[in-house]
């Protein structure tokens, strides 16, 4: 039984995973949020269930020793189901980091040579690392970057028409995110259609709360629709995507924002929820299929915005061998799916209407048998993904 944790450390909060990768499943999962805050959360499920309890966290160090509580009292104990390694999902490696690596001093000081291009996440990443480390001091860590996958993304696609010589002097370059479940779905999707990844087109659309589109060409990333930080690309649970820039020199000069509340404006107080209130996309088809206009018109951007980046791909591609929903929308939102891929029937898109119907379980397809282009549902796992990259870098 070879077992790793998977450790997802965000700026207040930290996921953990402890996965045997024998079977591919899940021995335990835990998040703690609200760290540095008054208050903060603790949360730990098992084959025994779960347990949530309040206890204040006062750094990503106390994060970690209430993880290790959790599996000393919660189990699985860490003596019955020891990792052999640790895999940290880092947001941004830039151009530095081109697959998944193994840390060590010189890696902790590049990933945080790089925070300047992401001043939320790396940081906080860093933080998740150099806690886990200090608990399992003699396992390998690895870091499994969301931008990896995009590095094979042409200079065509990820140049931006900036001047050059800032661009460069500043490392501004459309950069990616959510790598590993682009790889992920990607590679799920072609071992379920039995087809060589090698000459599969996919166009996927990762829609959770961050959303982003995506165009897999022989399992490699053509183009991906987040930027040089993810607030690019696809409407989203709370930023905008897509905007004139021009928009912020005139919020600037007009009303007064300053470059962080325009930062807050964009990334926190826009997409569904500065559309519509709120940025569930449960609530937000609810309300708009009552009649609610302006939930109408939020779902309208978002499914609007949606279609630009699968029609802009599928040309990019050459055209599609198949199409992949994934993430909490993807996976769930028949509504979302059916209007994204209303009228395509001239592309060869021929979505079966009682197929997307059906809940979510697991992998499926739901075009009709006669669709030129297979349109599946991927339930997306980027914690088996880091694993999986975890294991392979480590050789274990
Ligand atoms: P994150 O980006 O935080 O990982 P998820 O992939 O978990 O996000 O997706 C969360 C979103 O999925 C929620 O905000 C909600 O809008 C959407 N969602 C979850 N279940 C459903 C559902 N049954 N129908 C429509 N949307 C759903």
Same mark, same amino acid.
Request: aromatic letters at 6%; a negative charge; hydrophobic letters at 40%.
């Given at each position: 039984m070879t077992i790793v944790l998977v450790v997802n450390s965000g700026s207040s909060s930290l996921k953990y995973q402890l996965l045997d990768m024998a079977t591919e499943t899940t021995l335990a999962a835990g998040l703690i949020e609200r760290i540095g805050e008054p208050s903060g959360s603790?949360?730990?499920?098992?084959?025994?269930?779960?347990?949530?309890?309040?206890?204040?966290?006062?750094?990503? /160090? $106390?994060?970690? #020793?209430?993880?290790?509580?959790?599996?000393?009292? +919660?189990? @699985?104990?860490?003596?019955? =189901?020891?990792? *052999?390694?640790?895999?940290?999902?880092?947001?941004?490696?830039?151009?530095?980091?081109?697959?998944?690596?193994?840390? /060590? $001093?010189?890696? #902790?000081?590049?990933?945080?040579?790089?925070?300047? +291009?992401? @001043?939320?996440?790396?940081? =906080?990443?860093? *933080?998740?690392?150099?806690?886990?480390?200090?608990?399992?001091?003699?396992?390998?860590?690895?870091?499994?970057?969301?931008?990896?996958?995009?590095?094979?993304?042409?200079?065509?696609?990820?140049?931006?028409?900036?001047n050059r010589e800032v661009a460069e002097a500043n490392r501004v370059r459309k950069y990616g995110a959510h790598g590993t479940s682009h790889k992920y779905v990607s590679e799920a999707a072609a071992e379920f259609l039995d087809r060589p990844l090698e000459s599969l087109r996919t166009a996927v659309l990762h829609i959770g709360?961050?959303?982003?589109?995506?165009?897999?060409?022989?399992?490699?990333?053509?183009?991906?629709?987040?930027?040089?930080?993810?607030?690019?690309?696809?409407?989203?649970?709370?930023?905008?995507?897509?905007?004139?820039?021009?928009?912020?020199?005139?919020?600037?000069?007009?009303?007064?924002?300053?470059?962080?509340?325009?930062?807050?404006?964009?990334?926190r107080r826009s997409g569904l929820l500065g559309l519509t209130g709120t940025n569930d996309v449960r609530d937000v088809?609810?309300?708009?299929?009552?009649?609610?206009?302006?939930?109408?018109?939020?779902?309208?951007?978002?499914?609007?915005?949606?279609?630009?980046?699968?029609?802009?791909?599928?040309?990019?591609?050459?055209?599609?061998?198949?199409?992949?929903?994934?993430a909490g929308v993807g996976e769930n939102s028949a509504e979302v799916r059916r209007r994204t891929l209303e009228g395509l029937e001239w592309l060869g898109v021929e979505l079966d209407l009682e197929r997307n119907q059906l809940p979510n379980d697991g992998i499926r397809v739901i075009s009709t048998d006669a669709s030129r282009v297979i349109v599946l549902v991927v339930p997306t796992n980027e914690e088996v993904e880091i694993a999986r990259q975890t294991l392979a870098q480590t050789g274990l």
């Open positions: 603790v949360r730990h499920t098992n084959a025994d269930g779960k347990r949530e309890r309040e206890a204040p966290i006062a750094s990503h /160090d $106390d994060a970690f #020793e209430a993880m290790l509580a959790n599996f000393a009292e +919660l189990g @699985p104990t860490l003596e019955s =189901a020891p990792p *052999a390694a640790v895999g940290h999902r880092v947001v941004q490696g830039a151009r530095r980091f081109f697959g998944p690596t193994i840390i /060590d $001093d010189d890696v #902790e000081r590049n990933i945080d040579e790089l925070s300047p +291009l992401a @001043p939320l996440h790396n940081p =906080a990443n860093l *933080a998740g690392i150099r806690g886990a480390r200090r608990v399992f001091p003699n396992i390998p860590h690895v870091a499994v970057f969301d931008t990896a996958f995009h590095t094979t993304m042409s200079d065509a696609a990820s140049t931006y028409a900036l709360n961050g959303a982003s589109a995506c165009a897999v060409d022989g399992g490699k990333s053509v183009d991906t629709s987040m930027g040089m930080t993810p607030l690019e690309g696809l409407v989203m649970g709370t930023r905008t995507g897509d905007i004139d820039p021009a928009v912020l020199f005139h919020l600037h000069r007009k009303a007064g924002y300053t470059v962080d509340e325009l930062d807050d404006l964009l990334n088809t609810r309300r708009a299929a009552a009649g609610d206009v302006v939930a109408q018109l939020g779902l309208d951007v978002y499914v609007h915005r949606l279609r630009h980046y699968l029609g802009s791909y599928l040309v990019t591609l050459g055209g599609g061998d198949a199409i992949v929903f994934t």
